[in-house]
Antibody, heavy 120, light 107 residues
């Protein structure tokens, strides 16, 4: 079955960077986009961006442009999100999600989430 | 950015009830509107995409409707497993945006 397994909790200080991984299994990795979305505690969702796992091309929400980098390693079916210059309001659960097989910009399967608290 | 507004933000209902949640977008998104269910401490799961298409494995008591800027999610015969938070999300244009959620609680 489709699985997206994310890396564990990362506690960070303001100004630091965080890298979150998302290992895929149960489907052809390079046939689907991987999206990244975050959810601040008790808050709604924010879409960060997506990566074409076949070509490596990326699209970022303007809010995160210049501060986020999405990459992938097709040899190990893993996608990565790096977020730089962390601030306290970046504290959130970060999710990866697989794009839908037929409908663009729809999240068909989700990882379990990675908690990233940012605090001094 | 397209603003997405859900109502109500919470509601109390009983098993067997019919509930309807509304989602409005600030611009016409045609039928590019999805619904997700999130249970406490878990990742969301896709319920409905393209406004009215039931995702594989989702019970038929869930249904979606609407187009343009006004959408609804209806749950018939509410079951104990349905008490959760529901979110809508527009997939018309980036940045993709979500509603604020509707928490369905047990009455």
């Amino acid at each position: 079955q489709v699985q997206l397994i994310q890396s564990e909790t990362e506690v960070k200080n303001p100004g630091a960077s965080v890298s979150v991984s998302c290992k895929a299994s149960g489907f052809s990795f390079t046939a689907f986009f991987i999206h990244w979305i975050r959810q601040a505690p008790g808050q709604g969702f924010e879409w960060i961006g997506r990566i074409n796992t076949n070509t490596g091309a990326t699209n970022y929400a303007q809010k995160f442009q210049g501060r986020v980098t999405l990459t992938r390693d097709t040899s190990i079916n893993t996608a990565y999100m790096e977020l730089n210059t962390l601030k306290s309001d970046d504290s959130a659960i970060y999710f990866c999600a697989r794009g839908h097989s037929r409908v663009y910009f729809t999240f068909e399967s989700w990882g379990q989430g990675t908690l990233v608290p940012v605090s001094s | 950015d397209i603003q997405v507004t859900q109502s109500p933000s919470s509601l109390s209902a009983s098993v067997g009830d019919k509930v309807t949640i509304t989602c409005r977008t600030s611009q016409n998104v045609n039928n590019f509107l999805n619904w997700y269910q999130q249970k406490s401490g878990k990742a969301p799961s896709l319920l409905i995409y393209s406004a009215s298409t039931l995702h594989s494995g989702v019970p038929s008591r869930f249904s979606g409707g609407g187009s343009g800027t006004h959408f609804t999610l209806t749950i018939n015969n509410l079951q104990p497993d349905d008490f959760a938070v529901y979110y809508c999300q527009q997939s018309s244009m980036t940045p993709l945006t979500f509603g604020g959620g509707t928490n369905i609680e047990i009455k």
